[in-house]
């Protein structure tokens, strides 16, 4: 390796890491726009299966996997169509993934009610706060771990 090829590869090019946050912004922009329509998908399922008097846990549960469900199939075709997104293990990462977020947003959700006072919106509120934990946890795995180039 020539001392230019070993600078090269010590500092990669601007326009390598112009492309490469470029990439990011393009992915981080997908999955909010994706992760809006899933929390929409999440909290309205939540709050319609609430109304049919389901135990909180039970709806924000079975909200969770509706909008799990739909952030998996959009964002493996949209936001991280590049990466390789196939594979068992892949999808076992995947599972993974979200058996754990599911814990948190579930534990989250039921967090933020224990500690909020009785007022207008306290299950909307909580599921906000539980979406975006949970959102913000997800990005980083998926990203860097599960369908990672």
Request: with cysteine; aromatic share 12%.
């Amino acid at each position: 390796m020539t001392a230019t090829e070993s600078s090269r590869a010590e500092n990669p090019s601007p326009d390598g890491a112009a492309a490469s946050r470029h990439g990011l912004v393009r992915q981080l922009s997908s999955f909010v726009v994706i992760g809006v329509l899933c929390a929409v998908v999440d909290i309205g399922s939540y709050h319609v299966l609430l109304y049919l008097g389901l135990w909180v846990p039970v709806a924000k549960g079975i909200g969770f996997i509706l909008g799990t469900t739909t952030a998996y199939l959009l964002n493996k075709r949209f936001t991280f169509s590049g990466a390789d997104t196939g594979g068992k293990s892949r999808f076992a990462g995947f599972v993974a993934l979200y058996g754990t977020t599911f814990a948190v947003n579930v534990g989250m959700n039921s967090l933020v009610l224990f500690l909020l006072p009785l007022m207008p919106y306290e299950t909307l509120l909580a599921a906000v706060v539980a979406q975006g934990t949970a959102t913000a946890i997800n990005f980083v795995m998926l990203r860097y771990v599960i369908f990672k180039n």
